[in-house]
Structure formats: C-alpha cells, structure tokens
C-alpha cells in the first residue's frame, strides 16, 4: 500500500475538551499503519451553530496512513464512540469529540458516508488556521491554496490557545 497523507480536524466543547484532543491524538497516533507527521497548536473558538452551547477547542493533526479512506473514517468513528461521543438527533449540537477527515491526499472522494475534502472546510476558520499552520502550502482540491482560503476567511472571534 502507498502512503498518504491525510489531515484530520478535531473538535470538542464537552467534557475538557483539551484532554479530549490530547487523548484523540495519542489514539489516532496509535491506528495500524499510521503515523503522526504534525499537529497544531490548540485552538479556541466560539460554535459555529446553535449559540446555547459551550466554546470548541478545535486543532488539525496531519498523518501518513496506509488505511483507505473508508477504514480511516471506521477508525475515527471508533475513537469518537469509545471517547463517549453520544450522537443527538439535534444537528448541531455540543460534542465530546469531532473527527473529520479535511483532506485524503489530493483526492475528490464522494461516498454516501464521506465527502473530501469536507464540505465547509473553505470557510471554516477554526478549520482552516490550524491547517495553515501545519501545511501553508497545501492544496485543497477544487478549492485552492490553504494560504489563499485563510486571506478570505475572517477569524470569527477564533484564539489560538497559549
Ligand atoms: N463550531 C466550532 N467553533 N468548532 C467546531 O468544531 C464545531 N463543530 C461542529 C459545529 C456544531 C458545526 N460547530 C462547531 O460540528
């Protein structure tokens, strides 16, 4: 199998939500044939959505991985569910951990569970300035430079946390 790299947004406003993505990291770092190539620094940002509910602690960690795309998502899944995620009927609302795949190499993958790159992500600044600084240079398939997205994204009250 080739090597891809792939980046991967966390979220969290439940549940101490700095542990939630330490434990997320560790745990993401542990999935067979994949490897922690960067992580960004700890984000925190007001909720996109329903205001009645607590601030996002919010990062982006990029990995080599051997998984396909549909095996990474399992996995992530898996990790959101065994970090007590308990899916509400409510759309958007609070979360104890957020796993998205942003992107999976240079691919366009749309598949009934998962579109890449993750539809948002071009406006998304909680998204977006942690990628940036990770991977400045990267290019978001359809949709440009990460570094071009971040000039027209306003930062929506977002703090990179010390
Ligand atoms: N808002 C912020 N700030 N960060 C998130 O990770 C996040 N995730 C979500 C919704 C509810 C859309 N809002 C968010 O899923």
Redesign the pocket.
């Known amino acids: 199998m080739t090597k891809v790299t792939a980046y991967i947004g966390l979220?969290s406003n439940l549940a101490t939500p700095q542990e939630q993505l330490k434990a997320a990291r560790l745990a993401i770092s542990a999935l067979k044939d994949t490897e922690e190539l960067g992580f960004s620094s700890l984000y925190r940002?007001?909720?996109?959505?329903p205001q009645d509910q607590p601030d996002?602690v919010?990062a982006v960690m990029a990995v080599n991985t051997e998984l396909s795309p549909i095996t990474l998502l399992r996995s992530l899944q898996k990790i959101e569910l065994e970090q007590g995620r308990v899916r509400k009927d409510e759309q958007?609302g609070p979360r104890t951990l957020?796993l998205d795949i942003l992107l999976y190499g240079s691919e366009v993958i749309n598949i009934p569970d998962l579109i890449v790159p993750h539809y948002g992500m071009a406006v998304r600044a909680?998204v977006l300035y942690p990628l940036q600084e990770i991977a400045p240079s990267v290019l978001i398939p359809e949709l440009g430079l990460v570094s071009d997205c971040v000039d027209k994204c306003p930062l929506d009250g977002l703090e990179r946390i010390a």
């Open positions: 979220g940002s007001p909720p996109m959505g996002y919010n958007w957020d909680f």
